[in-house]
């Protein structure tokens, strides 16, 4: 499995932003959103199940950040409104067929794309 994020950029507070992240090889898994600022742990950010049925948010971010996906596409998208400088980071995608105790905490073994960063100006 390969994925493939982009989307991210530079936006002043309060702007928007979309970022995809594209898959190829094994994509019927469940994906999500990871970020991880400067200093800080990465934490998680959306997920969304692998037929696009379920999803949820971080608390940090309900209400302004919406996940879906396209599986024709083989794309998960990450909508992000009224983006606060404390959503800066580098967004990474990652895809999962396995999870530690809820389904949108990956295990080891998922997959990982390089990141995208995203920087919001105040």
């Known amino acids: 499995v390969q994925l493939q994020a982009s989307g991210g950029g530079l936006v002043q507070a309060g702007g928007s932003l979309t970022l995809s992240c594209a898959a190829s090889?094994?994509?019927?898994?469940?994906m999500g959103w990871f970020r991880q600022a400067p200093g800080k742990e990465r934490e998680f950010v959306a997920a969304i199940t692998p037929g696009g049925i379920g999803s949820v948010v971080s608390e940090a971010v309900k209400g302004r950040f919406t996940i879906s996906r396209d599986n024709a596409k083989n794309t998960v998208y990450l909508q992000m409104n009224s983006l606060k400088p404390e959503d800066a980071a580098l967004y990474y995608c990652g895809a999962w067929s396995r999870y530690n105790g809820y389904w949108h905490r990956p295990s080891s073994d998922a997959y990982w794309g390089q990141g995208t960063l995203v920087t919001v100006s105040s």
């Open positions: 090889g094994r994509t019927f898994m469940a």
